[in-house]
């Protein structure tokens, strides 16, 4: 369940799913979640129909879906699965680059320019820390997802304790953070679609982003090799680690759409004024679900 969990909460939990708020609106996002646990179901079940209709060895996918489909089937998914993982770890690495640049940006600190070159450096560090770990041993691998899935826990705790309590200081309340509200939820409920960089967002596009989110499901499956009893723990622990998962998508959508607004200028005259969202009008936001991807750290 913890590895499956680890790979679905990600990047896209903290950094973008406020985004996705801001233009799906909290009941295309819901659809969103949804239509992604309703496909995840489906592999799952076919996940475990395999994995429980005899013995499941080390090997992880490869192994299941060779013994099913025959080893070229197998083999081919299995050189696919591998790039995905690479390109999803990537994905984590970047995310975690850049939340940390923000967070140093806000305590007047950087590297080296506080832009890309920070990214790379600490991309690197951190690709190399994982690499180590992975390097050592399964054995502490296990003992780091543990250690991961506890900050995890944490922080997905003091978001929603946070959101319940509301703003703490006016500098909050000008970036946008209203705490819960009825008017905020129901402005956030229907989708506001923008065009950003460039690009002229849909539902269709928007569900692309969010649902690589939820491919870590075979993340149980790849240990099968150090189950005790694999034909048993995959399907539990896979299907189980789904239903969390998607109920905390779906907290997460409820507690941003009703906690926050989606354009804040930030300046507390504004907040005064009652004129925090006229920044629109010249698209000079820089807070809000749309504009900060760090709008759940408010």
Same mark, same amino acid.
């Given at each position: 369940?913890?590895?499956?969990?680890?790979n679905?909460?990600?990047?896209?939990?903290?950094?973008?799913?406020?985004?996705?708020?801001?233009?799906?609106?909290?009941?295309?996002?819901?659809?969103?979640?949804?239509?992604?646990?309703?496909?995840?179901?489906?592999?799952?079940?076919?996940?475990?129909?395999?994995?429980?209709?005899?013995e499941?060895?080390?090997?992880?996918?490869?192994?299941?879906?060779?013994?099913?489909?025959?080893?070229?089937?197998?083999?081919?998914?299995?050189?696919?699965?591998?790039?995905?993982?690479?390109?999803?770890?990537?994905?984590?690495?970047?995310g975690?680059?850049?939340?940390?640049?923000?967070?140093?940006?806000?305590?007047?600190?950087?590297?080296?320019?506080?832009?890309n070159?920070?990214?790379?450096?600490?991309?690197?560090?951190?690709?190399?820390?994982?690499?180590?770990?992975?390097?050592?041993?399964?054995?502490?691998?296990?003992?780091?997802?543990?250690?991961?899935?506890?900050?995890?826990?944490?922080?997905?705790?003091? @978001?929603m304790?946070?959101?319940?309590?509301?703003?703490?200081?006016?500098?909050?309340?000008?970036?946008?953070?209203?705490?819960?509200?009825?008017?905020?939820f129901?402005?956030?409920?229907?989708?506001?679609?923008?065009?950003?960089?460039?690009?002229?967002?849909? @539902? @269709?596009?928007?569900?692309?982003?969010? @649902?690589?989110?939820?491919?870590?499901?075979?993340?149980?499956?790849?240990?099968?090799?150090?189950?005790?009893?694999?034909?048993?723990?995959?399907?539990?622990?896979t299907?189980?680690?789904?239903?969390?998962?998607?109920?905390?998508?779906?907290?997460?959508?409820?507690?941003?759409?009703?906690?926050?607004?989606r354009?804040?200028?930030?300046?507390?005259?504004?907040?005064?004024?009652?004129?925090?969202?006229?920044?629109?009008?010249?698209?000079?936001?820089?807070?809000?679900?749309?504009n900060?991807?760090?709008?759940?750290?408010?």
């Amino acid at each position: 369940m913890i590895p499956c969990l680890l790979n679905i909460w990600g990047v896209m939990l903290f950094l973008r799913l406020a985004w996705i708020v801001a233009q799906a609106g909290i009941g295309e996002s819901l659809l969103t979640i949804a239509i992604s646990t309703a496909v995840c179901i489906i592999t799952t079940l076919s996940l475990s129909a395999i994995c429980t209709n005899g013995e499941v060895k080390g090997g992880g996918i490869y192994f299941i879906i060779s013994r099913s489909l025959g080893p070229e089937f197998g083999a081919s998914v299995g050189i696919v699965f591998a790039f995905a993982n690479a390109v999803s770890a990537s994905m984590n690495t970047i995310g975690f680059c850049n939340s940390l640049n923000d967070l140093l940006k806000e305590h007047d600190l950087k590297i080296i320019d506080g832009g890309n070159n920070d990214v790379r450096i600490v991309g690197v560090i951190a690709i190399a820390v994982m690499i180590l770990i992975c390097a050592i041993g399964m054995e502490w691998e296990s003992k780091a997802q543990n250690f991961l899935i506890a900050i995890i826990l944490g922080a997905m705790a003091d @978001f929603m304790i946070g959101a319940i309590m509301g703003p703490k200081s006016d500098d909050e309340a000008a970036k946008g953070f209203t705490g819960f509200t009825v008017s905020t939820f129901s402005e956030n409920w229907y989708s506001a679609y923008r065009t950003q960089d460039g690009i002229t967002y849909d @539902f @269709f596009q928007v569900f692309a982003i969010f @649902f690589p989110s939820v491919t870590g499901i075979q993340a149980g499956a790849n240990i099968s090799g150090d189950l005790k009893d694999p034909a048993s723990s995959i399907p539990k622990g896979t299907m189980l680690a789904l239903l969390i998962s998607m109920a905390s998508y779906v907290t997460f959508v409820l507690f941003a759409g009703a906690a926050a607004i989606r354009d804040a200028s930030g300046n507390l005259t504004d907040l005064a004024n009652g004129t925090l969202t006229n920044c629109v009008e010249d698209l000079s936001c820089q807070y809000g679900l749309f504009n900060s991807y760090t709008v759940s750290s408010n």
